[in-house]
């Protein structure tokens, strides 16, 4: 089946410096999955940070980007400075299959800034 | 606009009792969905529907849930006996569904605990 792993489940960064949050995923589809980035912020619901549909492509918001990689079927999450504000749970997330309606999470990393 | 409405957002009930969760997708999106979290299984789809029709219950425990949508502006997901391996945040989304990006916007929640 589909499945999405993301291998560390916290991240402890210092502000200004860089982060990437690991994201693999795994699809038995022959059509190229849907990917997302969906973060939740302290007291707050899960929204989308960013998505990408084509393979080879990048995706960015709010300073984040990430790349779709078919080869390694891979989706990290990298930042180049982070902030305090940064710090959230973020979900990487799959969207794959003929209906291509119901999404795959990962375990989720929560990314903690320290000022 | 309002974004998804989840009712209620807390919910306790005792062992062997019926939960009824409710939710209103945003006016216009075709789709909904229903994802369950917890912090072993992480999120787990359920159910999904379009246009109102049931299209993908794959994630549904085979006794005691079920899911409705009787119209565009609502979805209710019952709870038959609960017990306390139901307890968890009951998520649920919805999306403009022909997007082909597919993107789902969540709700804040309903917190369902059964004692």
């Known amino acids: 089946g589909d499945s999405v792993t993301q291998t560390e489940g916290q991240v402890t960064v210092s502000e200004s410096k860089s982060l990437i949050i690991n994201c693999t995923y795994s699809t038995t589809s022959i059509a190229y999955p849907n990917l997302f980035w969906y973060v939740r912020y302290p007291g707050e619901g899960l929204q989308l940070l960013l998505k990408v549909i084509t393979a080879g492509q990048k995706g960015s918001s709010r300073g984040f980007e990430a790349t779709y990689n078919k080869e390694t079927t891979s989706f990290h999450l990298q930042k180049a400075s982070v902030q305090e504000s940064d710090s959230a749970v973020y979900y990487c997330a799959l969207g794959a299959g003929s209906a291509l309606g119901r999404l795959h999470f990962g375990a989720g990393t929560q990314l903690i800034v320290i000022p | 606009n309002a974004g998804v409405i989840q009712t209620p957002r807390h919910k306790v009930t005792g062992k062997g009792q019926e939960a009824t969760l409710w939710c209103e997708p945003i006016?216009?999106?075709?789709?909904v969905f229903w994802y369950r979290q917890t912090i072993v299984q992480g999120l787990e789809f359920l159910t999904y529907f379009r246009n109102q029709a049931p299209i993908d219950d794959s994630g549904m425990p085979k006794e005691r849930f079920s899911a409705q949508m009787p119209n565009q502006s609502h979805s209710t997901l019952k709870i038959q006996s609960t017990q306390p391996q139901d307890s968890a945040v009951y998520l649920c989304?919805?999306?403009?569904?022909?997007?082909?990006?597919?993107?789902?916007?969540f709700g804040p929640g309903t917190r369902l605990t059964v004692l």
């Open positions: 006016s216009g999106h075709s789709a």
């Open positions: 989304a919805s999306s403009l569904d022909r997007d082909r990006g597919r993107e789902q916007y």
